[in-house]
């Protein structure tokens, strides 16, 4: 046993970190919701993005990738998330997992990998998975991407950003068959959709950590420095005990992140794929409750434009919605363990 | 990043699964506190299961424990749950105060004991007026020549009327300031001017009573560690006591959840989708309980196992306390009418938030210690 990063990770998440924070830096929110800046990095951002390797994080060799471990991909992902930064890696990530899976030729993906060919995974209508096809289909942080493959190879041109909770991340209709870039994909084994979908929804709780140990480390600066009644206000015993459950939930969340990341490597698909339900439908309630606190406890600042909590809030209820809430996770796992004869 | 066991955990495990294949049967019917009988029917659980090497075993191998890295004691945990074997016994905290701090001779002499099960213990901290304020306490042990002379009355106090020994917090420098004026004493439960009263819990278990001291007289040589050092005694075996494996709790509630599930896959307890969605969602919590208390294990510096057992303590809580409300509600009606057993469960579930320190007083610790946060 050895659960913990080891100096190679910390340092790839030190090194994460920095560049997130470099280019979350240049993001302008703007100064409401109709003047809000596309969370779609410039091309000099986006050269840097490749630069780092962030697409090609988890190809594989062959396919022009660096053929990283879930974990790796999972510290980096903790890192978007804590700079909820407004560039579609997670999207990217995603969508190259997903046509690696699905045997897409190896020129496409190395030009993923390279940054060159952008694009957006696909999922249906409601947030829940993969679309088998285009039609009422979601490229999900799409901002920039010019192509999304549905699960039949189908490529498709992409419309314009959709309104959406999530300033981050932009979310567009697929529109017009691009049908020289379609692709033949083959249909996945049961053990190659459970292993994907188990890489998937442990993006979305690494995501969701970072996004909510963001709002609470905020929340516990703001706590120490904003005063009222003469005092520090994170020295009232109401402020403490709301920051204090919060923080068992993001410890608790680094710990199923942690099981669930390494799961996907390690164990057959279709128990990592119940580690990563449990993972997800854990994440997804507590991301959303600790940010929800980190509102309560920034007070009226909280709820203004201007503030980065509203930021926060909207990217944990989209990751929390995505590849199925706490709800959907529970009830197929109910139907797992107490189904007679399970 | 590897949550699998290594071979040596491996086969501590295998070890352990073939030895509850073999015996847990002969021991564990009638376990429970709320008769003698099954308090009898307990201690020979402990002590078969001691035998056996399977208690303390994160504890020096010279006393009794097995000198093995503290993940171990997940693992026993683990193991009792998934063979419904009951809990092993709640003494990681003791243990841990006696062998971090004790003198190698009283270690010698007591812990053989404490942690072969062969002497039960009894932790006398909280008094009338000191409950969440421990260090408040006035339980007075005034210094001899040969040793002290105690007065004043513990409450709460769990295994008391059973207990060989006691761990007694109390105050030997009146004149210090209140944290500095503690120490920590193993106190003989046979010594002329104790007295037991028993106290029935609200779930009519018969585990904790009142404890009087009048002028009872303890050795020098079974003061743990140095005078005044009670403090920080206390918090140390704190920390363990608030160790969801080092009580046992993950095995317990890894316990009462698989029995559910059971029951609600064989028919037995009829659920609907509410009722299956909250099973499930518990399960979730647990799943995550358990990973968590492995992540805590491994990082834990034995040296300095620092606060996060408070962190782990509040993650138990919410984890045990809906689950006993969850299965409750799966009773149904039987919850409140008929055998009250499961009721009785469901009142102890309220006690995971009060006792080792209050769960107000858990996040404050969290809040201060983990996260900073001033004193208000
Ligand atoms: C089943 C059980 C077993 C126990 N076993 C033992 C044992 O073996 N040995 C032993 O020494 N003790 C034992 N205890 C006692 C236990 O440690 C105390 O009950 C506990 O520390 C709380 O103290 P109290 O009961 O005096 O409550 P109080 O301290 O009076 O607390 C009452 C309420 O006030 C709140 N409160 C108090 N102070 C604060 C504050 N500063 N901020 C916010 N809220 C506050 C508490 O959170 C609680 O909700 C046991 C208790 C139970 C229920």
Not at chain 1, 264 to 286: C, N
Not at chain 2, 41 to 70: I, K, Q
Not at chain 2, 202 to 216: L, T
Not at chain 2, 278 to 287: E, G, I, P, T
């Amino acid at each position: 046993m050895q659960i913990g990063l080891d100096a190679d990770q910390r340092a790839f998440a030190r090194s994460c970190g920095a560049l997130a924070a470099d280019l979350a830096a240049g993001w302008d929110r703007g100064r409401g919701p109709r003047d809000v800046a596309s969370p779609e990095p410039s091309e000099k951002d986006w050269a840097r993005i490749a630069e780092a390797g962030w697409p090609a994080l988890r190809l594989r060799e062959e396919n022009g990738g660096l053929g990283a471990s879930t974990v790796d991909v999972a510290v980096l992902v903790e890192q978007l998330g804590r700079h909820a930064l407004a560039a579609p890696v997670l999207g990217t990530l995603v969508a190259a997992e997903q046509l690696q899976a699905l045997g897409a030729p190896a020129d496409t993906l190395e030009e993923v990998a390279a940054g060159e060919l952008r694009i957006a995974p696909l999922l249906d209508g409601r947030l829940l998975g993969f679309a088998p096809a285009a039609g009422g289909a979601l490229a999900w942080d799409a901002a920039g991407a010019t192509l999304a493959f549905a699960a039949d190879g189908s490529a498709h041109a992409l419309g314009d950003a959709l309104p959406a909770a999530d300033v981050t991340r932009a979310m567009r209709r697929p529109g017009a068959r691009v049908d020289d870039a379609s692709l033949e994909l083959r249909a996945p084994t049961d053990d190659d959709r459970d292993r994907l979908h188990a890489f998937v929804l442990t993006l979305l709780v690494a995501d969701l950590l970072g996004t909510m140990s963001a709002g609470l480390d905020a929340a516990v600066e703001h706590a120490r420095s904003r005063t009222q009644f003469g005092k520090p206000i994170g020295s009232f015993q109401a402020v403490q005990q709301i920051a204090a459950e919060d923080l068992v939930s993001v410890e608790a969340t680094r710990s199923a992140l942690y099981s669930s990341a390494w799961a996907v490597d390690a164990l057959p698909a279709a128990e990592a794929l119940r580690a990563a339900r449990v993972a997800k439908a854990f994440a997804s309630r507590a991301g959303v409750a600790v940010c929800e606190d980190v509102v309560q406890l920034f007070g009226g600042i909280g709820m203004t434009w201007e503030s980065p909590v509203h930021v926060w809030l909207r990217r944990a209820h989209t990751d929390r919605l995505s590849f199925g809430d706490e709800h959907h996770h529970q009830a197929v796992l109910a139907d797992l363990d107490l189904s007679a004869g399970a | 990043m590897d949550f699998s066991d290594s071979p040596d955990v491996a086969a501590f495990r295998a070890g352990l699964r073939s030895w509850l294949g073999e015996h847990l049967h002969s021991y564990a019917e009638g376990v429970g506190h709320d008769s003698a009988e099954a308090v009898a029917a307990t201690h020979r659980w402990h002590r078969a299961l001691a035998a056996a090497g399977y208690v303390a075993v994160s504890l020096d191998a010279a006393y009794g424990g097995r000198g093995l890295p503290d993940v171990y004691e997940a693992v026993v945990n683990e193991e009792l749950a998934a063979a419904a074997a009951p809990p092993p016994p709640p003494i990681g905290h003791i243990a841990h105060a006696v062998a971090d701090f004790a003198d190698p001779d009283l270690k010698a002499r007591v812990l053989p004991g404490l942690l072969g099960c062969t002497e039960s213990w009894c932790q006398g901290f909280s008094e009338p007026g000191a409950g969440s304020d421990l260090a408040g306490l006035s339980t007075a042990a005034t210094a001899t020549d040969d040793g002290f002379v105690v007065n004043g009355q513990k409450i709460w106090t769990s295994g008391a009327m059973w207990a060989d020994r006691c761990l007694l917090l109390c105050r030997t420098e009146p004149d210090q300031p209140r944290h500095r004026g503690l120490s920590m004493l193993v106190v003989d439960m046979t010594t002329p001017g104790i007295t037991r009263r028993e106290i029935t819990l609200a779930n009519g278990s018969r585990e904790f009573a009142e404890v009087f001291f009048d002028d009872v007289r303890v050795p020098a040589e079974n003061l743990v560690g140095e005078r005044g050092q009670g403090w920080k005694i206390a918090q140390h075996m704190l920390t363990y006591e608030r160790g969801p494996a080092d009580m046992g709790w993950t095995g317990r509630l890894g316990n009462v959840l698989a029995a559910a599930q059971e029951g609600v896959r064989s028919g037995r307890l009829p659920a609907d989708d509410v009722l299956r969605r909250r099973l499930a969602a518990v399960a979730v919590d647990a799943q995550v309980l358990s990973w968590h208390v492995a992540r805590s294990l491994v990082d834990r510096d034995p040296a300095d196992p620092g606060s996060s057992g408070s962190l782990d303590k509040l993650l138990t809580t919410r984890v045990e306390q809906e689950l006993y409300a969850v299965v409750g509600d799966l009773a149904g009606a039987a919850q409140v009418v008929g055998d009250q057993r499961p009721f009785g469960e469901y009142l102890w579930s309220r006690a995971q938030s009060i006792y080792g320190g209050t769960q107000q007083i858990q996040r404050q610790i969290v809040a201060q210690r983990l996260l900073g946060l001033p004193r208000g």
